[in-house]
Nanobody, 123 residues
Framework: QVQLVESGGGLVQAGDSLRLSCAASGRPFNNYAMGWFRQAPGQEREFVATISPRSAATSYADSVKGRFTISRDNANNTLFLQMNSLKPEDAATYFC????????????????WGQGTQVTVSS
C-alpha cells in the first residue's frame, strides 16, 4: 500500500506560480511511476503529467506543456508539480497518483491516490 498526501494548493492570481508537493509513504518510492491529475467542478478528472521512477521520462498534457514541470525527490519520497503562468482554467483539485514502474496517462491504471489539494486562480 502506498499513502499519498498532497499539499501546496491555494489561491493565486492569473500569471502567478505555485508548487504542489505529494509526500509518499508505505512502499519504496523509487519503484513507482507518479502522476498528477486534476478535476475542476462539474468536469471529469484529467491527466496533467507523469514521471517515471527515476525521472528518466516525463509526459504532459498539451494544456500544461511548457508551463508545468513534474519532478521528484526519491531521497525524500516527494513528488512535485511546478506550475507557472497559471490561468483561470487551471483551477481544479489536483491529485497525485502512483503505479508500479511504468508511466501512464490513464487514471484507471493508477491504484494509489491522494486526497487532493485545491488550486484557485483568479483572473
Amino acid at each position: 500500500q502506498v499513502q499519498l498526501v498532497e499539499s501546496g494548493g491555494g489561491l493565486v492570481q492569473a500569471g502567478d506560480s505555485l508548487r504542489l508537493s505529494c509526500a509518499a509513504s508505505g512502499r519504496p518510492f523509487n519503484n513507482y511511476a507518479m502522476g498528477w491529475f486534476r478535476q475542476a467542478p462539474g468536469q471529469e478528472r484529467e491527466f496533467v503529467a507523469t514521471i517515471s521512477p527515476r525521472s528518466a521520462a516525463t509526459s504532459y498534457a498539451d494544456s500544461v506543456k511548457g508551463r508545468f514541470t513534474i519532478s521528484r525527490d526519491n531521497a525524500n519520497n516527494t513528488l512535485f508539480l511546478q506550475m507557472n503562468s497559471l490561468k483561470p482554467e487551471d483551477a481544479a483539485t489536483y491529485f497525485c497518483a502512483a503505479r508500479q514502474w511504468f508511466t501512464s496517462l490513464f487514471q484507471d491504471e493508477y491504484p494509489y491516490w491522494g486526497q487532493g489539494t485545491q488550486v484557485t486562480v483568479s483572473s
